[in-house]
């Protein structure tokens, strides 16, 4: 199949979408090998930063989006992926502690100010979400707001449910290696899969296929999200790359970890290999993969 729409995009084809010195050329490149890959659209991923530069990184991105008839076709909207998320190691990964903070209204004003109109959703902690505040006010402007980076208790999960939470940011990454093997974060996203959008990565490095299998199974197909994380080498091959503060190395496996080895990056995979890798390693049918890649995905963002 082709037709994916993928919502968490931080880059592709060699473009970091969290450079500041994004060019139209740039954004043009990466809309064009998306395009060339298969996908009718996407969201362009914006990563926890000082809050000015992610403002000024939104603007750019419209601006340059305004202009560009290939991205304004492709580019559907915006993914704002923090900074309003865990500070804790492990639920951080690999954004940076400094630049994270609190949600609040005054901030999350600026960037949807910013983005001109086009953001379609925010990734934040409900825990990190003084009595929701942030949540409801962002449900108020028809923004998707997913919990990511985050390890909310059951009652505070329910709680930003009623708020306005959908969706749920890559299940299974975004915490820390070595959890409770049963009170965990997984376990209890899993368990509200009836009332949220669960996104997956499937590149069977950030969630190994066994598992991935599993957790379809328990959430459902028609409640799951395939997305790829992509940074700036997908599509292109193993090598050394960019991404927002970190130079990585990009192995064999298209996986992007950090120097240390302590968590993932980002991917590298395409949504081209992630249809591969339902069809071949999960055995899944053609209205499946049809629903994980490309149907679900807009009904998650549609206002």
Same mark, same amino acid.
């Given at each position: 199949?082709?037709?994916?729409?993928?919502?968490q995009?931080?880059?592709? %084809?060699?473009?970091?979408?969290?450079?500041?010195?994004? &060019?139209?050329?740039?954004? $043009? @490149?990466?809309?064009?090998?998306?395009?060339?890959?298969?996908?009718?659209?996407?969201?362009?991923?914006?990563?926890?930063?000082?809050?000015? @530069?992610?403002?000024?990184?939104?603007?750019r991105?419209?601006?340059l989006?305004?202009?560009?008839?290939?991205?304004?076709?492709?580019?559907a909207?915006?993914? #704002?992926?923090?900074?309003?998320?865990?500070?804790? +190691?492990?639920?951080?990964?690999?954004?940076? /502690?400094?630049?994270?903070?609190?949600?609040? !209204?005054? +901030?999350? /004003?600026?960037?949807?100010?910013?983005?001109?109109?086009?953001?379609? #959703?925010?990734?934040?902690?409900?825990?990190?979400?003084?009595?929701?505040?942030?949540?409801?006010?962002? =449900? /108020?402007?028809?923004?998707?707001i997913?919990a %990511?980076?985050?390890?909310? &208790?059951?009652?505070?999960?329910?709680?930003?449910?009623d708020?306005?939470?959908?969706?749920? *940011?890559?299940?299974?990454? %975004?915490?820390?290696?070595?959890?409770?093997?049963?009170?965990?974060?997984?376990q209890?996203?899993?368990?509200?899969?009836?009332?949220?959008?669960?996104?997956?990565? =499937?590149?069977?490095? $950030?969630?190994?296929?066994?598992?991935? %299998?599993?957790?379809?199974?328990?959430a459902?197909?028609?409640?799951?999200?395939?997305? *790829?994380?992509? #940074?700036?080498p997908?599509s292109?091959?193993?090598?050394?790359?960019?991404?927002?503060?970190?130079?990585?190395?990009?192995?064999?496996?298209? !996986?992007?970890?950090?120097?240390?080895?302590?968590?993932?990056?980002? =991917?590298? #995979? &395409?949504?081209?290999?992630?249809? @591969?890798?339902?069809?071949?390693?999960?055995?899944?049918?053609?209205?499946?993969?049809? @629903?994980?890649l490309?149907?679900?995905?807009?009904?998650?963002?549609?206002?």
């Amino acid at each position: 199949m082709s037709n994916y729409f993928d919502i968490q995009v931080n880059g592709y %084809g060699g473009v970091d979408f969290n450079q500041d010195d994004l &060019t139209a050329d740039d954004l $043009h @490149k990466a809309c064009a090998r998306m395009e060339a890959d298969g996908a009718s659209g996407f969201l362009a991923t914006i990563i926890t930063e000082d809050l000015t @530069k992610m403002c000024a990184r939104l603007a750019r991105l419209a601006e340059l989006r305004e202009h560009d008839p290939l991205a304004k076709k492709l580019i559907a909207g915006f993914h #704002i992926e923090g900074p309003f998320i865990s500070d804790v +190691d492990g639920y951080r990964g690999a954004h940076p /502690k400094d630049a994270v903070r609190p949600a609040n !209204v005054d +901030d999350a /004003k600026r960037m949807l100010d910013a983005a001109a109109g086009l953001t379609k #959703i925010i990734t934040l902690s409900p825990e990190c979400d003084p009595n929701f505040a942030t949540t409801k006010f962002l =449900a /108020k402007q028809n923004v998707t707001i997913s919990a %990511g980076h985050c390890n909310p &208790t059951l009652d505070q999960l329910r709680g930003a449910i009623d708020a306005g939470l959908s969706m749920f *940011t890559h299940v299974g990454n %975004g915490c820390p290696m070595q959890m409770h093997r049963h009170e965990n974060i997984i376990q209890r996203a899993l368990s509200q899969s009836d009332r949220l959008w669960l996104c997956f990565i =499937a590149d069977g490095v $950030h969630v190994p296929f066994v598992a991935l %299998g599993n957790y379809l199974r328990a959430a459902t197909i028609d409640r799951c999200i395939v997305v *790829t994380d992509a #940074i700036a080498p997908a599509s292109l091959g193993p090598g050394r790359y960019k991404l927002a503060r970190w130079d990585l190395l990009i192995g064999e496996d298209m !996986v992007a970890r950090a120097p240390d080895g302590s968590h993932f990056v980002g =991917a590298a #995979i &395409t949504m081209e290999q992630s249809e @591969k890798n339902l069809r071949e390693k999960l055995n899944l049918s053609e209205v499946d993969v049809q @629903k994980l890649l490309s149907t679900n995905p807009r009904r998650a963002i549609a206002s």
